[in-house]
Antibody, heavy 118, light 106 residues
Framework: EVQLVESGGGLVQPGGSLRLSCAAS????????MGWVRQAPGKGLEWVSF???????YYADSVKGRFTISRDNSKNTLYLQMNSLRAEDTAVYYC????????????WGQGTLVTVSS | DIQMTQSPSTLSASVGDRVTITCRAS??????LAWYQQKPGKAPKVLIY???SLESGVPSRFSGSGSGTEFTLTISSLQPDDFATYYC????????FGQGTKVEIK
C-alpha cells in the first residue's frame, strides 16, 4: 500500500529556511515521478516542484532559485529544501506520487503546515 | 504558462441535482486534464484523469468530458458526500490547477 508521510513544517521567520521530508512506503521513490503541491490557507492548490525518476527537476516560477527538491534513495524519502522564505510561502505542503507517466497526482500525503511570520 | 479557469467559483445545489463544473485552458492541452475533489482538512483525491477516465473506486455518477481547451465535470445526481471543493488540473505542460469550485448545500 502506498503511503506518504510529510514532516518538517513549522513556524519560521521571513528569510529563514526549512526542509520538508516525505517518507514513502509501498513503492520506491527513486523509480517514480513525485512532486510537491501547496495550498495557502483558504486558497487553491499550487504546484511547487517536481522530480522525474531520472532526476530531472522542475520548479514553479514563484519558488525557482529558492526551493530545491531532492530524494534520499537509502531512506526512500523525498525532500523540499526551502530557503529565503516569504510570507506568501505560508501553506500546507503536500507531497504527491504519480502512478506512471502522463498521470495526474494520484497519491497524496496528509500535508505539513509551513507558516512564515515574524 | 498554461492558465486554468474554472466556473463557477461557488455552486449551491440540492441532493439529487445534476451539477456541471466547467474548466477552460488558456491553450490546448489535448485531454491531459484531471479533476480532484477536496474536503476540508484533507488532501485532494483524483476523480477523473485524461479528461474522461474515471479513477478506480470513484462512483459512476461522476463523469468528465472535453478536449483542447474546454472541459466539464458532471455529477449526475448529487449525494451528501459530494459537498466539497473541486479542482481541475492540466498536466500537458508542467502542472496547473484551476482556482476551485465549492459545491455547497442549497
Amino acid at each position: 500500500e502506498v503511503q506518504l508521510v510529510e514532516s518538517g513544517g513549522g513556524l519560521v521567520q521571513p528569510g529563514g529556511s526549512l526542509r520538508l521530508s516525505c517518507a514513502a512506503s509501498g513503492f520506491t521513490v527513486s523509480s517514480n515521478y513525485m512532486g510537491w503541491v501547496r495550498q495557502a490557507p483558504g486558497k487553491g492548490l499550487e504546484w511547487v516542484s517536481f522530480i522525474y525518476s531520472g532526476g530531472r527537476t522542475y520548479y514553479a516560477d514563484s519558488v525557482k532559485g529558492r526551493f530545491t527538491i531532492s530524494r534520499d534513495n537509502s531512506k526512500n524519502t523525498l525532500y523540499l529544501q526551502m530557503n529565503s522564505l516569504r510570507a506568501e510561502d505560508t501553506a500546507v505542503y503536500y507531497c504527491s506520487l504519480l502512478n506512471g507517466t502522463y498521470r495526474p497526482f494520484d497519491y497524496w500525503g496528509q500535508g505539513t503546515l509551513v507558516t512564515v511570520s515574524s | 504558462d498554461i492558465q486554468m479557469t474554472q466556473s463557477p467559483s461557488t455552486l449551491s445545489a440540492s441532493v439529487g441535482d445534476r451539477v456541471t463544473i466547467t474548466c477552460r485552458a488558456s491553450q490546448s492541452i489535448s485531454t491531459w486534464l484531471a479533476w480532484y475533489q477536496q474536503k476540508p482538512g484533507k488532501a485532494p483525491k483524483v476523480l477523473i484523469y485524461k479528461a474522461s477516465s474515471l479513477e478506480s473506486g470513484v462512483p459512476s455518477r461522476f463523469s468528465g468530458s472535453g478536449s483542447g481547451t474546454e472541459f466539464t465535470l458532471t455529477i449526475s445526481s448529487l449525494q451528501p458526500d459530494d459537498f466539497a471543493t473541486y479542482y481541475c488540473q492540466q498536466y500537458n505542460s508542467y502542472w496547473t490547477f484551476g482556482q476551485g469550485t465549492k459545491v455547497e448545500i442549497k
